[in-house]
């Protein structure tokens, strides 16, 4: 964007008054910035611990309910909340898994649930049978860390 012109005044009072306002303006645009920058994130941690409180709520009520919660957090939600593994377990065979949210190819606006529904246990996969995964709960780290050697 070009800067705004302003046609310098002939009398000295008016270029005088015309230089203390432009002065006032530029030290308003400096605190109006940082002002905009402390909201901003004041409000990114605000989302960020709406997004926990959500993760959480989930977690809660699938402990209580086993069943599908409304509303549930997208993957960027689920992130940003602090939560970004999906524990899961195949209705098939019963074994246990954590899934990294973030190493998922889906998009970010992908609900959870519907993410979980998607994915298959590798176990059956290999008999040649593809049972859906139950969602067991949203963790902040997975549960047995793989054992790099």
Known sequence: MA??????????GDRKAL????????????????????????????????????????????WLDGGPIDPFPTIDQAINGGYSWLQIECSRCRTKRDVDMAALRHPPTTFVHDLASRLRCSKCAKAGRRPPATLLQLAQRARHPDQET
């Open 19 to 62: 230089q203390k306002e432009l002065g006032r303006a530029r030290a308003m645009t400096t605190i109006l910035a940082a002002q905009s920058g402390e909201a901003r994130a004041k409000g990114e941690a605000l989302i960020r611990q709406a997004d926990k409180l959500l993760c959480e709520s989930v977690n809660e009520r699938l």
């Open 3 to 12: 800067p705004k012109h302003h046609p310098t005044p002939l009398s000295g």
